[in-house]
């Protein structure tokens, strides 16, 4: 799994040791064992989906949970790779389910 994980991070220009990806107010690199740190925490849930073929990396998505984080809140993250370009969604998870939604959508791009 981890292995997938820093396969999936180097396709988004996030897995290289001196190269941060940052998109909008959120800065992602990987740790060391492989997970994604999103502001410097952990991430605590990550999946992988191809949007086409699969092994497809130009044409993915990776969902991250972050929960809770320091400020006590849940977060959902996908940052998709699609047609030569890299964007991440981020929503704040509220437990009530009649609580409107807070999305925000961010293109990325890579910092040394």
């Known amino acids: 799994m981890k292995l997938l994980i820093f396969i999936v991070l180097l396709f988004l220009g996030v897995a290289k040791a001196e190269a941060t990806t940052v998109c909008g ?9 492989g997970t994604v740190l999103i502001n410097g925490e952990r991430a605590t849930s990550q999946k992988v989906q191809f949007i086409g073929k699969k092994g497809n990396w130009d044409e993915s998505i990776f969902r991250i949970g972050l929960m809770p984080a320091s400020d006590g809140n849940n977060y959902g993250f996908e940052v998709i790779s699609h047609n030569g370009k890299v964007r991440l969604n981020a929503e704040l998870i509220f437990a009530d389910m009649d609580a409107p939604r807070i999305i925000g959508s961010f293109p990325c791009h890579r910092v040394k």
Not at 25 to 33: K, Y
């Open 25 to 33: 107010n959120f800065t992602l690199r990987i740790a060391p064992d």
